[in-house]
Every structure is written in structure tokens, then in C-alpha cells.
């Protein structure tokens, strides 16, 4: 039986951030072996699960669901009387590093702690967030030791374990995107219990936090008829403003906006309403900032949909995601794709789309 929150946990407890996702793809390919009929990496390195169509269509159509496995991190920018001096890879966020663990990625595996003065020492506080450039962290060896084991441009990443709180919810670092990673994993397990006329093409993408990159070459890669981006939304909390928020527990989110094929949006619409299964738009008038944004405009463009896990306090330590919305969003995936159609590309094709409305 597949346990969700263990899965959770190998994922968001890996360390693999942006351009160097290595591991967690070797947790994927263990974990989506049983599911899928192939496997292939793009030159970028992202995964691409190959899940075969069950029933037969002509012509064969594809469906690409594409979650990014990368991770916000750091790197080593210079060495500092036995202290390691660091700068952020993709949206680390300063504020929020001080006395937190490490694992500085040297010669050997090291772990460390982002240092800081005692407040009693401070001279002229003036109560602004420590600037990356005067962050160090300690990892407990003598000077000689860490010029030994440590150099610029190793990589580190925030040692941070996977929290199970109150209910159904977690917390950890990586949740972006990891629930959404997971989520694709609930989907290719559902699958299992469908016949389906769609070939699934279940992508890990890599180098979403630096430029949505692993998603542009995959789309070039397997030249999907249609695709749906995942990725996490901001949830409902103090501070956030609900006009760009959605509810944690409250279901999968939407994305509606240019980014996104209407008829797509729809068909989901009509899938989670089947399911008895809410779900919440986020409207998104401009670039959506996610995979889909890649995925849109490869080739000659792809009809693309974008679903999203809520989780708060976004690009910290402690990303926190309610596991039924994890659920949701694969079996609502699942679902949708056991109800394509071999004609559903003539469905949303434009000119169709344009008679349609002037017939109405």
C-alpha cells in the first residue's frame, strides 16, 4: 500500500537543489518503478516517467504532468578563519537563516549551523535582516580542516527533517515542490486501477527555481498534445493577502489566466465535480512564475493547465502542506486523464472553439 507521508518525507528530505538534482532522481526512479513502463532522462536531467496507454488511440495522443524536483540552496563563496561565507542558489531567503543547520556538500558530508553574534555583543543594531554576504556558518573544525574539506562553489542545503503536525498536515523544507512531486506519485499509483487511451508522461523537472529550464527542454523532449504544470500556491495565513491566496485543506488549486488553455481548465472543472472534489481558482492575469509558463510556448504551444498544492511560509525551513490536498490533486489528475477521449484534441482545437462561441 502506498504510504503518502513516508514518501513525503525521502522527498523533501533529499538534498538536491537547483542543477544538481541527482539524488532525489534516484529516489524517484525507485519509487515510480512499479508504475510506469519506462523511464528517460532529458540532457537538462530531468526525469521523464513513461506510462503507456492501456487502450489504444489513433492517433496515439500524449499528456505531460510536469512537478519541478529542484530545491532552493546555497553555495560556498569563501572561507573565513575556519567559518564558510555562502550565497543563495534561486530565492533562498536570508531572513530566515540564522541558527539554522546546514549540510555543507564538501570532499566529505558536513554539518553545520548558520552562526551568529550573541545579542550582547551587537554594536549599532539597527534591527535590519543580515545580508548574505555577512552570513557564515560553523561547521566545528579547525581552520586547516575545513580549507581541507570545503571549497567555493560547493553546494549547501538546510538540514531540515520533515514535521508531522496536528492531523493531516506536515512540514519541512522542499515542499515546493515536492508535494507536488508526491502528488504526481498519487496520480501514476491511481493509474494503476484505470484503463486510460493517453500516453502519461510523468515528469520530475529540473532548474524550475533558476528559469523554469527543465520544463523547456522536456516539453522539446516529449512533444505533449497537452500538459498540467504543478505547482504549490501561497495559503491563507496572517500577513497574505487573499487576493493571492488560496486555502490550505481547501482542495487543489486552479490556475486561470493567458497561461492557460480554457477548455483545459474546464474539462478539470467537469473531472472534480464528478469526484464530488472543490476546487479553488487563483487567478494569474500575467506569467504564472511555474513550469507551465515553459511548457506553454514550446514547439508550436501546448495546451496547458496549471494545479497547485497550498502551502505557507513558502522558501523556508518549514514549508507546511496538508497531505489531503497532496491526494487531491494526484487522484484528481488520475481521473482526468482516465476520461480522455482519443478526440479530445479536435474538442479544444481554436477554430472549433471559435464556432462554438459564435453559435452561442
Known amino acids: 500500500m502506498f504510504d503518502l507521508k513516508a514518501h513525503l518525507k525521502a522527498l523533501v528530505e533529499s538534498h538536491a537543489p537547483s542543477g544538481h538534482e541527482a539524488p532525489i532522481r534516484a529516489v524517484l526512479r525507485d519509487a515510480w518503478a512499479d508504475w510506469v513502463d519506462e523511464f528517460q532522462e532529458d540532457k537538462l536531467g530531468s526525469l521523464i516517467a513513461i506510462k503507456r496507454a492501456t487502450r489504444k488511440s489513433t492517433p496515439p495522443r500524449s499528456i505531460m504532468l510536469a512537478a519541478h524536483m529542484d530545491e532552493i540552496g546555497m553555495m560556498v563563496s569563501r572561507l573565513v578563519e575556519g567559518f564558510v561565507g555562502f550565497l543563495p542558489v534561486a530565492g533562498t531567503d536570508n531572513r530566515l537563516l540564522l541558527a539554522q543547520p546546514v549540510v555543507v556538500h564538501g570532499r566529505e558530508m558536513l554539518r553545520g549551523v548558520v552562526s551568529t553574534v550573541p545579542p550582547h555583543l551587537l554594536k549599532n543594531n539597527t534591527g535590519k535582516y543580515i545580508d548574505f554576504p555577512s552570513l557564515l556558518i560553523d561547521v566545528g573544525l579547525p581552520q586547516d580542516e575545513v580549507e581541507r574539506l570545503v571549497r567555493p562553489g560547493d553546494l549547501i542545503?538546510?538540514?531540515?527533517?520533515?514535521?508531522?503536525?496536528?492531523?493531516?498536515?506536515?512540514?519541512?523544507?522542499?515542499?515546493?515542490?515536492?508535494?507536488?512531486?508526491?502528488?504526481?506519485?498519487?496520480?501514476?499509483?491511481?493509474?494503476?486501477?484505470?484503463?486510460?487511451?493517453?500516453?502519461?508522461?510523468?515528469?520530475?523537472?529540473?532548474?524550475?527555481?533558476?528559469g523554469l529550464y527543465g520544463a523547456k527542454t522536456a516539453a522539446y523532449t516529449i512533444k505533449p498534445d497537452i500538459a498540467i504544470a504543478l505547482d504549490v500556491g501561497f495559503a491563507k495565513q496572517p500577513s497574505v493577502n487573499?487576493?493571492?491566496?488560496?486555502?490550505?485543506?481547501?482542495?487543489?488549486?486552479?490556475?486561470?489566466?493567458?497561461?492557460?488553455?480554457?477548455?483545459?481548465y474546464d474539462k478539470l472543472r467537469e473531472t472534480a465535480k464528478t469526484l464530488e472534489m472543490k476546487l479553488q481558482d487563483d487567478l494569474l492575469p500575467g506569467s504564472s512564475g511555474t513550469d507551465a509558463w515553459s511548457i506553454q510556448v514550446s514547439q508550436t504551444g501546448v495546451p496547458t493547465a496549471l494545479l497547485e498544492v497550498a502551502i505557507r511560509s513558502m522558501h523556508s525551513p518549514v514549508e507546511t502542506a496538508d497531505t489531503r490536498d497532496i491526494e487531491r490533486v494526484g487522484r484528481l489528475m488520475a481521473a482526468f486523464i482516465a476520461n480522455l477521449a482519443p478526440d479530445f484534441m479536435q474538442s479544444i482545437a481554436w477554430e472549433d472553439l471559435k464556432a462554438q462561441e459564435e453559435a452561442s
Open 157 to 210: 542545503t538546510l538540514d531540515a527533517p520533515m514535521l508531522e503536525l496536528n492531523g493531516s498536515r506536515v512540514a519541512g523544507k522542499a515542499m515546493d515542490d515536492r508535494a507536488c512531486v508526491a502528488a504526481v506519485s498519487v496520480c501514476l499509483n491511481e493509474l494503476q486501477k484505470y484503463h486510460h487511451a493517453w500516453d502519461v508522461y510523468a515528469v520530475a523537472t529540473v532548474q524550475e527555481e533558476t
Open 242 to 264: 487573499d487576493d493571492k491566496a488560496i486555502e490550505m485543506g481547501g482542495g487543489p488549486g486552479i490556475g486561470i489566466g493567458p497561461n492557460f488553455h480554457p477548455r483545459l
